[in-house]
């Protein structure tokens, strides 16, 4: 148990629909990390946020937006999903240092349909 | 264009024998390397890792090696275990402005270790 949760762990959905997927981090840790994988592919980093600020974007979507709240969760929101959206979804959480370690939680399957 | 290549998807081993995933890559900003095993329904279980000032770190079963000039490392384990079947994913964290310690990950390899 890496001490990151992610919930839900599955979803199903529609296309044009929103969802939101929620992560918290590992007790003490400040920095919350998004990434997708699809289907044969390798991990995405999407965006990051430190103790409630967006500190770094990656491929992130438009339609795509993420917040960290005083508590540190963070919330990843998928709106207008399309087929090519279905993928799995996780977050990882690091220590103060940059040199720490990414811990990851368990993901959330999305699935649009 | 992928900065993180792990160009076999799949290796299969015999028990007791050494395991050596490899990988490659292009940026040589990376300043951080990382190796991930993922089961089946979990997320990614960090294993080790290595700064690019090193050439080799060890920890138990499990070796990374690094070649900068190469720009290639790789991760033996021995002796390789059933246990050890899983995917394995190469990271790679770059050092440059803008990155705040997010890793590249390389698309990982599936290794089967037959008893």
């Known amino acids: 148990d890496s001490g990151v949760t992610q919930t839900p762990k599955h979803l199903i959905t529609a296309t044009g629909q929103r969802v939101t997927l929620r992560c918290s981090p590992r007790?003490?840790?400040?920095?919350v990390y998004w990434y997708q994988q699809s289907l044969d592919q390798g991990l995405q980093f999407l965006i990051q946020?430190?103790?409630?600020?967006?500190?770094a974007k990656g491929n992130i979507l438009e339609r795509f937006s993420a917040q960290q709240f005083p508590d540190l969760h963070s919330e990843l929101n998928l709106s207008s999903l399309e087929l090519g959206d279905s993928a799995l979804y996780f977050c990882?959480?690091?220590?103060?240092?940059?040199?720490?370690?990414?811990?990851f939680g368990p993901g959330t399957r999305l699935t649009v349909l | 264009d992928q900065q993180v290549k792990q160009n076999s998807p799949s290796l299969s081993v015999q028990e007791g024998r050494i395991s050596i995933l490899n990988c490659d890559y292009t940026?040589?900003?990376?300043?951080?390397f990382l190796w991930y095993k993922k089961y089946p329904a979990e997320g990614p279980t960090f294993l080790i890792s290595?700064?690019?000032?090193?050439d080799k770190n060890e920890d138990g079963r499990f070796t990374v090696f690094l070649n900068k000039s190469a720009k290639h490392l790789s991760l033996h384990i021995v002796p390789s275990q059933p246990g050890d079947s899983a995917v394995y994913f190469c990271a790679a964290r770059p050092n440059y402005g803008g990155s705040q310690g997010n890793l590249i990950f390389g698309k990982g390899t599936k290794l089967s270790v037959k008893p």
């Open positions: 940026n040589s900003m990376f300043d951080y």
């Open positions: 290595i700064s690019s000032i090193k």
């Open positions: 990882a959480s690091r220590g103060r240092l940059s040199t720490d370690t990414q811990y």
């Open positions: 007790s003490g840790d400040l920095s």
């Open positions: 946020y430190y103790n409630g600020e967006e500190r």
